[in-house]
């Protein structure tokens, strides 16, 4: 993210974003504050995620709690590319599903296979096997409900969402694009317009006609939102299509302090690592820490800073007062760097075992629910 008010967030990229309240006022995100008091109108209680302003941003999200609470359909849809591994980074969305899945939200994942292939260049065999074996079997091991989850490849969808993706090309201009994005290929242009048919494609009667629908991303996916809801209102006169909803998420730091990325394997744990990887990672991690235990126990340490506390924010203590407990410790100077670790890997070693004997049963019910693209 630049400095000043030139604020650029792409989507491919490897963005750091350090002041997320500033999205508030260039890209006119509204606070999820705002809206959190509808969520018990809707007949739901603030998920963890909520809770500790995790997710902190929202457009039009209110839309939907409303609609919901009229007992109107509501769905939910998100995509991944499956060009790496599954890691923490991706749990964190999984997780939303999972919580608006038990409320009721019907649950659309796409499999950006066609992105995968024309943006990172992989080969389509091997994106197929990930997105199954990786992206799919990994919802499902961690909760989610295959039954009630509609998982598709980009290149599978049939022909009125291709008419989508064709008739958005003549409603934005490359200077649009751009003034969105930055510079595009041809790949990322045609990438774009794809997502935006994702975003939309469910508000048609093929796909469910619902017409209420949210997209929770990360912060640097915004301008897929952005660009989807341009297209929405130009479609006037064709078809209808309401603007979607979207609520986001900060970036969990990745174990080295830079953002979480399948292409640097240190930077994060995936969910098929073996407990001894993933302990050599956890423990080598950068932490909020002083630079001598004593100095330390006279300043305290810094957890905003810290890799192995945001693991405990985002995934491994659910409980708000354990939470808390260790937030203060380690304020105060009582709780040292490596027992914080082994209290964090004590949690990360269990949910792994657990996690991992689920992940194989999930991988044949993936590959059996899944139609992986001819070509």
Not at 26 to 34: K, L, Q, Y
Not at 338 to 358: P, T
Request: aromatic share 10%.
């Amino acid at each position: 993210m630049a400095g000043g008010e030139d604020i650029r967030l792409d989507p491919w990229g490897a963005i750091e974003i350090k002041d997320y309240n500033r999205l508030f006022r260039v890209f006119g995100i509204r606070p999820f504050i705002e809206v959190a008091r509808l969520l018990r109108h809707a007949g739901m209680e603030p998920s963890l995620h909520m809770r500790r302003g995790i997710i902190f941003g929202h457009r039009d999200f209110d839309k939907v709690l409303l609609a919901k609470a009229r007992g109107e359909p509501v769905a939910v849809l998100t995509g991944f590319m499956p060009s790496g591994r599954f890691h923490f980074g991706h749990k964190l969305t999984v997780d939303q599903l999972i919580y608006y899945q038990r409320n009721g939200f019907k649950i659309f994942v796409a499999l950006a296979d066609a992105e995968a292939h024309i943006v990172r260049r992989m080969p389509r065999e091997e994106s197929f096997r990930i997105a199954v074996e990786e992206y799919v079997a990994n919802m499902i091991a961690l909760g989610l409900d295959p039954k009630k989850t509609e998982f598709y490849f980009q290149t599978n969808r049939d022909t009125p969402y291709y008419r989508l993706v064709q008739l958005f090309a003549g409603k934005v201009t490359a200077a649009e694009m751009e003034a969105i994005y930055g510079d595009l290929s041809p790949a990322k242009a045609m990438a774009a317009l794809t997502q935006a048919a994702d975003i939309l494609h469910v508000q048609l009667e093929e796909y469910g006609g619902y017409k209420h629908v949210v997209v929770p991303v990360g912060a640097d996916q915004d301008p897929h939102l952005r660009l989807a809801r341009d297209l929405a209102d130009r479609m006037h006169g064709i078809i209808k299509l309401e603007r979607p909803a979207s609520t986001y998420h900060k970036l969990q730091p990745g174990l080295d302090g830079k953002k979480m990325s399948s292409s640097r394997p240190d930077s994060t744990i995936f969910l098929t690592d073996p407990p001894e990887t993933a302990k050599k990672k956890l423990f080598k991690a950068l932490t909020g820490g002083r630079a001598t235990a004593e100095e330390q126990k006279r300043l305290g340490g810094i957890p905003e800073t810290c890799s192995v506390y945001h693991m405990d924010l985002y995934h491994l203590i659910p409980d708000d007062k354990e939470l808390d407990k260790i937030y203060t410790a380690c304020r105060t100077g009582e709780l040292l760097c490596g027992q914080c670790k082994a209290i964090a890997w004590e949690k990360l070693e269990k949910f792994l075992e657990e996690h991992q004997r689920k992940l194989e049963k999930a991988k044949n019910i993936a590959w059996s629910i899944i139609e992986t693209p001819r070509f």
